[in-house]
């Protein structure tokens, strides 16, 4: 069986890069393998951005070193030739179902509720980061 394609919506990315907890186990399982992430330029970019926020307290180096070593190693470049705009009551969330419709990814991880409301987007399930976590138990 191929390994599973996610979608990572970018709340999930920063929690399992930054904090400990329940979700830095996400972190450990993208780097054991487990899953692959499959992600657009667009979706790579959105997360150096959101990285380098204030409130995180990095400085350039320490995101470099992250999205070099802890992200990009282990992400599946995705070209995205659809989009599914409107889809989302948050406009800025359809990258991360075009990008999962694009990579035939298995599922698209998130904390986002206008996202989760949606339960799925075509064949593809949204899960919060405990249910996907569930899968690897």
Not at 102 to 109: C, L, N
Request: charged share 30%.
């Amino acid at each position: 069986m191929s390994r599973k394609r996610a979608v990572l919506d970018t709340n999930i990315v920063v929690s399992a890069l930054l904090f400990r907890g329940k979700l830095s186990r996400l972190n450990a399982l993208w780097k054991k393998k487990a899953f692959t992430i499959a992600a657009s330029r667009e979706i790579i970019e959105e997360y150096v951005r959101v990285l380098a926020y204030p409130k995180f307290k990095l400085t350039e180096k320490e995101i470099k070193v992250l999205v070099q070593e802890e992200l990009l190693p282990y992400i599946e470049p995705v070209t995205v030739n659809e989009d599914a705009k409107g889809v989302c009551k948050d406009p800025g969330d359809d990258k991360f179902l075009a990008c999962a419709m694009a990579a035939k990814a298995d599922f698209i991880v998130s904390g986002d509720a206008h996202l989760l409301d949606l339960k799925k987007y075509k064949s593809c399930p949204i899960l919060t980061a405990e249910k996907f976590l569930k899968k690897f138990e």
